[in-house]
């Protein structure tokens, strides 16, 4: 099957995502939205550990933030990830005009993640301060692809910061089985964002 990259940093069947594009009914998409959701793990796996080391990214696109080290890096086109085994960080920048406001990111960016993404349930919308700056937080869950090998999926929890300056917007997504203690690292992580 072809493939192509999506903001998530996984990758997305390129039919759904051109259904997707193309569309603009909302009753006309068929992607991944039909997949049902799958329940978490009891114990699941994915805890960044306490004594987890960070080291600073800085990236092309004018902005710096603290990463996991020894977490296997990947640049793309749009900025880079960062995965260890089910957790993952995915940084990406495009062009904008100014950063989404709580309603349109419900109506416009929540609706396309929903479409695009696999079994996603958005959870909370919100505007959040920190350290660089105002930005939005979407919280979600979602079913993570297929291994693979074994074609086992888990479910996983994210959550989104939009950050906006200058015409660039910067999507910020930590991603992890859900269940998994990771609220400080995660906290860590997204108020280490800065802008160059």
Do not use: H
């Amino acid at each position: 099957m072809i493939t192509l990259r999506q903001t998530t940093g996984r990758l997305l069947p390129a039919l759904a995502l051109a259904a997707c594009l193309a569309s603009s009914g909302s009753g006309s998409i068929v992607a991944f939205a039909a997949e049902k959701a799958i329940p978490a793990e009891k114990n699941p796996p994915g805890d960044i550990p306490d004594t987890q080391v960070f080291i600073d990214y800085t990236s092309p696109e004018g902005f710096t933030m603290k990463v996991p080290e020894g977490w296997a890096r990947s640049d793309r086109a749009d900025g880079a990830s960062f995965v260890d085994k089910l957790d993952g960080v995915v940084l990406s920048m495009a062009k904008a005009d100014a950063l989404p406001t709580v309603e349109s990111a419900k109506t416009d960016y929540v609706s396309k993640l929903e479409a695009t993404g696999r079994a996603v349930r958005v959870t909370a919308v919100k505007q959040v301060k920190l350290p660089a700056g105002e930005a939005i937080s979407v919280v979600y869950t979602s079913n993570s692809e297929p291994n693979a090998v074994t074609n086992k999926q888990v479910r996983l929890e994210n959550e989104r910061y939009l950050f906006f300056k200058d015409g660039k917007l910067v999507t910020l997504e930590l991603y992890a089985p859900k269940g998994a203690d990771n609220v400080d690292q995660w906290q860590l992580m997204s108020n280490s964002f800065r802008w160059k």
